[in-house]
């Protein structure tokens, strides 16, 4: 069974702080790994990896991907009132049926404060 | 830009009721699939459907169903709701092929079951 395993589970930070969120998972057939943001509702789509060492980046969020220690981080440097939503990291299996299917972690609520 | 449509937003209801929700999409997306998201435990997969004659249960099927009316359309069923239904329910699409893992979602219809 996939799974992956999001930390911290929440985080609580003041604007201009630097934050890291870590994603690791166990996939029998990996595929790619994206990252979410989700603010009220429908999660937003921020970033897929599918290869180790290549940081995506995004203004002040960047990302990247471990393929060998199975695990990805997220970056938000400088973060922003407007940063505060729930990140989710999952993993897309590359499996027969179950191609192109996500499994999402528990996500990590992130805080920011004025 | 509602590309992915549910219906209803919110629904409250009572145990033993009979529930539908509808997804539509404009994408033209070969993909959909329905999540329930509780807090804690990120997106949990419930069914998936690769195109109109292909349906998949997902991680946690049980006491739901769907139906998969056209491309555009993914209903899910609860036969009969209980309390512990209650929750945020995602619809998404996704396009199929390689390297297409991003996953489009609905606004959510927030249920719940008294």
């Known amino acids: 069974e996939d799974k992956v395993v999001q930390s911290p589970l929440s985080l609580v930070v003041h604007e201009g702080d630097t934050v890291t969120l870590n994603c690791s998972y166990e996939v029998t057939n990996f595929r790619s790994l994206l990252w979410y943001k989700q603010e009220k509702k429908a999660p937003t789509f921020l970033f897929m990896l599918t290869s180790s060492g290549i940081e995506k980046k995004s203004g002040r969020l960047s990302s990247i991907l471990d393929k060998k220690e199975l695990f990805s981080i997220l970056n938000i440097t400088a973060t922003q009132t407007g940063d505060s939503a729930i990140y989710l990291c999952?993993?897309?299996?590359?499996?027969?049926?179950?191609?192109?299917?996500?499994?999402f972690g528990q996500g990590t609520i992130l805080t920011v404060h004025p | 830009d509602a590309d992915v449509t549910q219906t209803p937003r919110n629904r409250i209801t009572k145990t033993g009721k009979r529930i539908m929700l509808e997804c539509s999409q404009t994408?033209?997306?070969?993909?959909m699939y329905w999540y329930r998201q509780d807090p804690g435990l990120g997106l949990q997969l419930i069914y998936y459907s690769f195109d109109v004659k292909d349906i998949n249960k997902g991680e946690i099927s049980d006491g739901y169903s769907v139906s998969r009316q056209a491309q555009a359309k993914f209903s899910l069923s609860l036969e009969s709701a209980i309390p512990n239904q209650t929750a945020l329910y995602f619809c998404a699409t996704s396009l199929a092929g390689q390297g297409n893992n991003e996953q489009f979602f609905g606004p959510g219809t927030r249920l719940t079951v008294l």
């Open positions: 999952a993993v897309a299996n590359a499996g027969g049926t179950s191609y192109g299917k996500l499994t």
């Open positions: 994408k033209g997306h070969d993909r």
